[in-house]
């Protein structure tokens, strides 16, 4: 966790203060690179999807089923291999897995060989990559970083995964309206390519433990067993996953609220989707902007209720500017109440086992959204995304609601702003 001088200019600021450790600070810039292209990626293979199907929400919903479904089944693997191997290799493989993937998907574009089923492999791979990678890079970050700067470092590494989500289809939708869906591919290919490079550059070697006396089985199981033996930890994860089912599996429904309910097209499409992640970013960058951990138990109710309405305020807008403000309200709050859940996990778990529990966090998350926009796929061709989107978000502030008054644990998590009792460490 060496400071270097170049970066203590920005360091001063305290939305940065995690920028301020070398290897944390390329781990950052490597994970921003390919979230863009991540994001680029899902831009441009939903907006191919949806004209290769004929218009079809359901089959923009299969797609995004098949990238994240592998959230379920693979995530306890990738926790199991970021607690067996150094983590920053692992997160460069995953990234070079998806350059590959990316770059093959350019060639049937561009060579006009393309078919609904090979965005639809290309999306399991996808996933498959993301799956592994995902519980690597978060338990990488709390060994890049002192406990004092963890949830700044959370919080701006939430900058990286929803605010690429501006960058990503930023530089997507022109490419969209222009050379067409091949070129969007083309650019995830060079950011990937410059993730790989950046995070190489981390030194810090970091990996759990895992019991050589005992079985695969076992050893998978006990980030399992630990989360849920762990009652605020197990709680925070059930949240967790009614949050990203019920307010955050959206990305099936926007292509045709896009057409049907603001009459426009895939750069509308790419703009709602850079809206929530401009929402996102300022989210995440207000809360690397406290200096205190006081407040984060309230700002997480705060933000769960957010989360709920502002889907709403998206059903009812009619035109772009309030469909706009609406997505970016969505983005904010999804995206800090991610990143406190997330925090209060990384520093409530010893580090041995951090890769497994991440995993635990990370399939709870993309597994249900998996499915859940598999389903909103489907119900938004029957009745319209408006009715999905205030059904589901009215659901999340119920349950919400119900924990807090029947969990005593919660609102001690809201009391306090920690999920007790800690057992993190770094190496």
Request: one cysteine or more.
């Amino acid at each position: 966790m060496a400071k270097t001088p170049r970066a203590s200019v920005i360091s001063r600021l305290p939305t940065f203060a995690a920028l301020h450790h070398r290897d944390y600070r390329y781990l950052w810039t490597g994970s921003t690179f390919a979230g863009m292209a991540i994001w680029a990626m899902i831009v441009a293979r939903g907006w191919l999807v949806f004209h290769l199907s004929d218009s079809s929400s359901l089959m923009v919903g299969v797609v995004t089923f098949a990238a994240m479904i592998p959230f379920i089944f693979v995530t306890p693997l990738g926790g199991l291999l970021a607690d067996c191997f150094d983590r920053r290799r692992l997160v460069a493989l995953s990234y070079a897995v998806n350059l590959i993937q990316a770059l093959l998907l350019a060639i049937l574009v561009v060579t006009n060989l393309v078919q609904v089923w090979h965005a639809i492999a290309f999306a399991v791979i996808s996933g498959v990559t993301r799956a592994v990678m995902m519980p690597s890079l978060q338990a990488l970050v709390p060994n890049l970083v002192p406990r004092e700067d963890l949830l700044n470092a959370v919080a701006l590494s939430g900058v990286a995964m929803h605010g690429s989500r501006v960058g990503g289809p930023g530089l997507a939708a022109p490419l969209l309206a222009t050379v067409g869906v091949g070129g969007a591919f083309l650019l995830g290919v060079v950011f990937y390519a410059v993730g790989i490079f950046l995070v190489l550059r981390v030194q810090t070697v970091s990996r759990g433990e895992v019991r050589s006396n005992e079985g695969i089985v076992r050893n998978l199981t006990e980030g399992l067993v630990y989360s849920y033996r762990h009652a605020t930890i197990g709680l925070i994860i059930l949240m967790v996953a009614l949050h990203c089912s019920l307010t955050m599996s959206y990305e099936s429904m926007l292509p045709v609220f896009s057409q049907k309910e603001l009459g426009a097209g895939g750069s509308v499409f790419s703009i709602l989707i850079m809206a929530t992640g401009g929402g996102a970013l300022a989210g995440v960058l207000g809360l690397a902007s406290l200096t205190s951990t006081q407040w984060t138990g309230w700002l997480l109710l705060a933000t769960g209720v957010i989360s709920g309405l502002t889907p709403l305020a998206l059903a009812a807008s009619s035109t772009l500017p309030l469909a706009l403000l609406a997505a970016g309200g969505m983005g904010a709050s999804q995206a800090t109440f991610m990143a406190i859940t997330n925090t209060l996990v990384q520093s409530s778990v010893e580090d041995r086992v951090r890769g497994r529990v991440s995993s635990m966090y990370a399939m709870h998350a993309g597994g249900t959204m998996a499915f859940a926009n598999l389903a909103n796929g489907y119900l938004a061709d029957q009745w319209g995304a408006p009715i999905i989107f205030t059904v589901s978000g009215s659901l999340f502030i119920g349950f919400l609601f119900l924990f807090s008054l029947s969990r005593p644990t919660l609102r001690q998590v809201y009391r306090s702003g920690k999920a007790t009792p800690a057992y993190a460490h770094t190496t």
